[in-house]
Every structure is written in C-alpha cells, then in structure tokens.
C-alpha cells in the first residue's frame, strides 16, 4: 500500500445483517464497503459489473454423439 488507497468504509457484522437490502444497494451503485467480524474485515462487497459477472456455460446435448460407443453388455458390467 502507498497510503494513497481511499479508505474503504467498514461495516460490523450485525450492521451488516440488519441492514443488508440497504447495504447491497448502496453497493449496486458504486458504494463498495468491507464487512468486519470482531474488528477484522472479512469481506469485501463490491458491484458486479456486466463484463465481471462468468456468464454461464452453454450446454449442447449430444455433444459426443458419434465419437465414443457404449457396449452392448454395458448394464450388466457392473454385476458380477
């Protein structure tokens, strides 16, 4: 650090549970806080940004299909 860092506003636990739908709009719009538990900051709540958020997997059905068989007897493998 180069003591140059804003300080990032702290928030204790309980505050933080009471006031949660508050705290997370605040931090929807910019407002990024720690939370702290016993005076030690835990985490940091920050917003997501479109570019951030993992968007999620595209999943295709018969991805393999026709690359790898399955043995007739494949059920009874297993039983012995």
Request: aromatic share 2%; glycine share 8%.
């Amino acid at each position: 650090m180069t003591g140059l860092e804003p300080v990032m506003r702290q928030v204790n636990m309980h505050e933080a549970k009471t006031h949660l739908s508050r705290l997370v709009d605040e931090a929807a719009a910019g407002q990024s806080f720690v939370i702290c538990k016993a005076g030690r900051p835990m985490v940091r709540v920050t917003p997501l940004s479109e570019e951030g958020m993992a968007a999620a997997p595209v999943r295709r059905l018969g991805l393999l299909a026709g690359q790898c068989q399955v043995p007739d007897d494949f059920v009874q493998m297993g039983a012995a």
